[in-house]
């Protein structure tokens, strides 16, 4: 079997699972080749997992001060290189496209009519899963931003939905710092975040951030540009994690028992949505605006069991070598989600 997988880069998220995946299909011996979407091919960094990758133009988003930033989103996708992309893009050697919301891979497989499978966060979505901000335009983007032949969603809880557990890969806990607080708000200025976590002393944020502040931190405060290997070595050994809502570094704080605090990208329905889920289990706290009242009762907070999810990317990986895929009912993949889902015990809480 010859793939094509396609992943949407505007996020770390989607390539964090995109590496399970990756790795999954490695044991398997898959012949599998990589596209990515979103962002320059110079910004992707630690991709020795996808070897000789490809990069399209594809379609992203504009954000400014913690928000979605509607007009210069616009004007960002409004050429047609996205669409000399898709119609560029040649299939003809592939059994199957593989998609986690890219949609240069995901319209160039419905155009010369390849089997595509969506596999996502945004897939959970389409379910009656907890959701904040949902509009007309929010339901038709999820259809058609990148349409599949089969979406499986992914998300912390089922909801009673076939739905696939997270994919996560953690680095072991092997000793725990209870006032190192890992930080990642990759859509907040630096100068937001120093001025948010500055009066607390007693306590060291390790922050990531794709920029650097303009003036000196404080001692308790350190900044580091973005390095995987550092970002998960920090993630295990923190006391918790404060972070925008994200899905993929949601779920590796849920599995490692991190006490988290969330803040969402305002107008990005994903987001907002991810929120009401945590808020409805229970699972984190969250702010709508860097808020250092919040943070001083959330610094207080003791942290959660973890959460074991199974090894959902080599599930996977079996589930499409034994033709799942191929089962236009659905069948086979709600037996699919059902038995990854046997495997997890949710906390009491949960339920």
């Not at 000789?52 to 504009?62: I, Q």
């Not at 580091?224 to 070595?233: A, H, K, M, P, T």
Request: charged content about 20%; overall charge negative.
């Amino acid at each position: 079997m010859k793939i094509l997988y396609g992943v949407q880069g505007t996020g770390n998220g989607h390539l964090s699972r995109a590496r399970v995946m990756a790795k999954a299909l490695d044991r398997r011996d898959v012949q599998v080749d990589y596209l990515f979407s979103g962002r320059p091919k110079s910004q992707f960094f630690d991709m020795e997992d996808f070897g000789d990758f490809r990069v399209a133009r594809g379609l992203t988003f504009v954000s400014q001060a913690g928000k979605i930033n509607s007009v210069d989103t616009m004007r960002e996708n409004l050429n047609c290189r996205w669409w000399q992309d898709i119609r560029g893009l040649d299939l003809s050697g592939y059994d199957l496209v593989l998609n986690d919301f890219e949609p240069v891979s995901a319209w160039a497989a419905r155009l010369q009519k390849v089997p595509c499978i969506g596999i996502s966060h945004q897939a959970a979505l389409r379910f009656d899963v907890p959701k904040v901000g949902n509009t007309w335009f929010n339901e038709k983007l999820l259809d058609y931003f990148a349409p599949v032949d089969m979406a499986l969603g992914c998300h912390w809880h089922h909801f009673g939905f076939p739905l696939l557990p997270p994919f996560v890969e953690v680095d072991d806990v092997s000793e725990e710092h209870g006032h190192d607080i890992l930080v990642y708000l990759p859509f907040e200025s630096p100068e937001a975040i120093v001025t948010l976590l500055k009066p607390f002393e007693n306590y060291r944020f390790l922050v990531y951030h794709s920029q650097s502040p303009g003036s000196e931190v404080p001692a308790h405060i350190q900044w580091y540009g973005f390095c995987r290997q550092g970002f998960r070595r920090h993630l295990a050994a923190a006391g918790g994690v404060v972070a925008n809502a994200g899905f993929e570094l949601a779920s590796e704080a849920l599995t490692l028992g991190k006490k988290l605090l969330v803040k969402p990208l305002l107008g990005q329905f994903e987001q907002l949505s991810n929120v009401a889920a945590l808020q409805l289990l229970g699972a984190a706290d969250s702010m709508m605006q860097l808020s250092p009242q919040t943070l001083k009762s959330w610094l207080k907070c003791s942290s959660p069991e973890p959460v074991r999810y199974p090894a959902v990317g080599d599930a996977l990986v079996d589930w499409l070598g034994s033709g799942g895929w191929q089962d236009s009912k659905g069948d086979s993949s709600q037996r699919l989600s059902r038995e990854l889902w046997e495997q997890v015990s949710l906390p009491d809480s949960w339920r």
